[in-house]
Nanobody, 127 residues
Framework: QVRLVESGGGLVQAGESLRLSCTGP????????MAWFRQSPGKEREFVAV????????EYSDSAEGRFTISRNNAKSTVYLQMNSLQAGDPGLYYC????????????????????WGQGTQVTVSS
C-alpha cells in the first residue's frame, strides 16, 4: 500500500481554474499508472482522468475532456490535474488513485481499477 496525498482543492467561481496535486512514494511512483476520480454528495465515485506510468498516454471522462489535463512529474513523484473552466457539475471530493500492481496500459477507468487511494481534496464551485 502506498500513501498518496492530495492538495490544491478550494473554492472557486464558475469559469475559473484549479490545479490539484497528488504526491506519492519516491522510487516506485514512476512505475505505475495514476488517476483522478471525484465524488459528489449523493453520487458514486466517478472516473475523471488517468495517465500512464511514463506520462505518454492519457484518458479522460467525457465531462473532463477538453477542460482538464492530467500530467505527472516522476522526478517529484507527483501527478497533477489542471482543471479549467470549472462548472457547476465539477464540485466534489477529488481522489488521487494508483494502479500499483503493474505498468500495463490501458487500465480500468472504474473504481475497481486502482488499488491505492488518497484521502481526497475538496473542490467547490460557486456560480
Amino acid at each position: 500500500q502506498v500513501r498518496l496525498v492530495e492538495s490544491g482543492g478550494g473554492l472557486v467561481q464558475a469559469g475559473e481554474s484549479l490545479r490539484l496535486s497528488c504526491t506519492g512514494p519516491g522510487g516506485s511512483f514512476s512505475s505505475f499508472a495514476m488517476a483522478w476520480f471525484r465524488q459528489s454528495p449523493g453520487k458514486e465515485r466517478e472516473f475523471v482522468a488517468v495517465i500512464s506510468w511514463r506520462g505518454t498516454q492519457t484518458e479522460y471522462s467525457d465531462s473532463a475532456e477538453g477542460r482538464f489535463t492530467i500530467s505527472r512529474n516522476n522526478a517529484k513523484s507527483t501527478v497533477y490535474l489542471q482543471m479549467n473552466s470549472l462548472q457547476a457539475g465539477d464540485p466534489g471530493l477529488y481522489y488521487c488513485a494508483a494502479y500499483t500492481y503493474g505498468n500495463s496500459w490501458p487500465v480500468s477507468a472504474t473504481t475497481l481499477g486502482p488499488n491505492c487511494w488518497g484521502q481526497g481534496t475538496q473542490v467547490t464551485v460557486s456560480s
